[in-house]
């Protein structure tokens, strides 16, 4: 079974919008980490921003803030203000307690921003 | 550059020959991982290190792929007997024992083509 999905295959959207990308996990685990990581067409994976299973509040990261509905097992990205440079491919990864610190990810969103 | 460095960045090999792949991670992380990635996929884990402990491999790592990780440092993936379904991206990431966040750092990737 999928431990992380996510549904959006690809995204176009316009510049100076605002976007989310949605990523819902699975796990049974009580304590775990939720990651967004940026990919651009480099390869290089760069990671954004990090939510805990216990953080009461929903991780911010200057233009990313991360929403994240446990009961609904849902950690979705949000990105303010997109730009030209937002342009890229978007991985949802989870961390689960006993892995060894080892991500599970999602196939990923390409996000497409148009000018 | 204090980032974690993967070398070769590309690798055009024909079937049957051993290639090997080496990640420098950031000097004060004990944790290292390599993951595999295929194109439009999300990042596969292969295996992880603690200092030079081999402490997890994928059932995805068959016997012909190996990784070492002497005195702790540099790591290497040595993949033998090569085939097309190896073509794939092969990344490396590391990242400290600290408890919060724990974000993985990620190299370029090393790109493998199998001909």
């Known amino acids: 079974a999928q431990k992380i999905t996510q549904t959006q295959p690809g995204m176009f959207v316009q510049e100076k919008e605002a976007v989310t990308l949605d990523c819902t996990y699975d796990?049974?685990?009580?304590?775990?980490?939720l990651f967004w990581y940026k990919q651009p067409s480099s390869g290089e994976m760069i990671f954004l921003i990090y939510?805990?299973?216990?953080d009461e509040q929903n991780a911010t990261e200057g233009r990313y803030s991360l929403n994240f509905q446990k009961a609904r097992k849902s950690a979705n990205l949000v990105i303010s203000a997109s730009h030209l440079g937002d342009s890229a491919m978007y991985f949802c990864?989870?961390?689960?307690?006993?892995?060894?610190?080892?991500?599970?990810w999602g196939a990923g969103t390409k996000l497409i921003i148009k000018p | 550059d204090t980032g974690v460095s993967q070398d070769p960045r590309h690798k055009i090999t024909k079937r049957g020959q051993n290639v090997t792949f080496r990640c420098d991670p950031i000097?004060?992380?004990?944790?290292l991982y390599w993951y595999r990635q295929t194109l439009g996929q999300g990042p596969e884990f292969l295996t992880y290190?603690?200092?030079?402990?081999?402490?997890?491999k994928s059932r995805l790592l068959s016997d012909r792929f190996s990784a070492e990780r002497p005195k702790g440092s540099f790591s290497t993936l040595e993949i033998q007997r090569t085939e097309q379904g190896d073509s794939a991206m092969y990344l490396c990431?590391?990242?400290?024992?600290?408890?919060?966040?724990?974000?993985?750092?990620f190299g370029p990737g090393t790109r493998l083509t199998v001909l």
């Open positions: 990864a989870m961390r689960e307690v006993d892995s060894n610190y080892q991500l599970i």
């Open positions: 290190f603690q200092n030079e402990a081999q402490l997890e």
């Open positions: 939510q805990g299973s216990y």
């Open positions: 990431a590391s990242t400290s024992g600290a408890l919060t966040g724990n974000e993985q750092f």
């Open positions: 796990t049974s685990d009580q304590s775990y980490g």
């Open positions: 000097s004060e992380h004990n944790r």
